[in-house]
Each structure stands twice: as structure tokens, then as C-alpha cells.
């Protein structure tokens, strides 16, 4: 009974931004692990940035770190994903996922570890 609903994508110019957001429910506290993931076509779904829905192991992949923030909105349950500094390698469907497992260390990055799923937004990036 999780439900995720991701909204802001867009299309920005190479060193842009974008805020992702995505409204979280059915995923009371304590609950488990969040996330945003990725998947350009052609290519495999990957993590991208994710953490604890009560807080810890916050984990960003190597290509995002510097340039990507997650954070949440206590009040409101709603996951974002600041993203700064924006390349065209960027371009891809983006997706907020959920578990209720806590996800020791990097596997929280691993897509298939996650259960629940939004529909994905679209973010573009190009001249």
C-alpha cells in the first residue's frame, strides 16, 4: 500500500538544475529505505542517490556525488532530489523507490533490493 508519485522533470541546458520531487504514502516512520534511480535507454537501471526513511546511510553513486542532494520533507513525506550542475549523461527516466528493509551500506543503491515503485519522471539534458 505504498505509493510514490515523482513530479519536476524537465528539460534543462548542460550545467543547469532541476528538483525532483516525489510524494510518499503508506510508508509510516519507522518504515525502511528510499531512493532515486535512474535509466537511460539502452542501459540498466542504476542508484543514484538514497537513504534511510528515519535517517543514516545516505549513499550517492560515483557520477552524482558533489552535484546531487537527497533530501525530505519531515512534514509533508515528500522525497526530493536536488540536482546541480546537470550533464547530458544525466538524461534518463528518474524513479523514486521504497522498502521496507533497512538496507545495510551500498546495497541501498541496488534496484532490485527496492519493492515499490513511482512512474517516473523525465529529466533532459542538451543544448
Known amino acids: 500500500q505504498v505509493h510514490l508519485v515523482e513530479s519536476g522533470g524537465g528539460s534543462v541546458q548542460p550545467g543547469g538544475s532541476l528538483r525532483l520531487s516525489c510524494e510518499v504514502s503508506?510508508?509510516?516512520?519507522?518504515?525502511?529505505?528510499v531512493g532515486w534511480f535512474r535509466q537511460a535507454p539502452g542501459k540498466e537501471r542504476e542508484g543514484v542517490a538514497s537513504?534511510?526513511?528515519?535517517?543514516?546511510?545516505?549513499r550517492y553513486a560515483d557520477s552524482v556525488r558533489g552535484r546531487f542532494t537527497i533530501s525530505r520533507d519531515n512534514t509533508k513525506n515528500i522525497l526530493f532530489l536536488q540536482m546541480n550542475s546537470l550533464k547530458p549523461e544525466d538524461t534518463a527516466m528518474y524513479y523514486c523507490?521504497?522498502?521496507?528493509?533497512?538496507?545495510?551500506?551500498?546495497?541501498?543503491?541496488?534496484?532490485?533490493?527496492?519493492?515499490?515503485w513511482g512512474q517516473g519522471t523525465q529529466v533532459t539534458v542538451a543544448s
Open positions: 523507490a521504497a522498502t521496507r528493509t533497512v538496507l545495510f551500506e551500498s546495497r541501498i543503491l541496488r534496484p532490485s533490493l527496492f519493492d515499490y
Open positions: 537513504f534511510y526513511w528515519h535517517g543514516g546511510n545516505t
Open positions: 503508506g510508508f509510516t516512520y519507522p518504515s525502511g529505505s
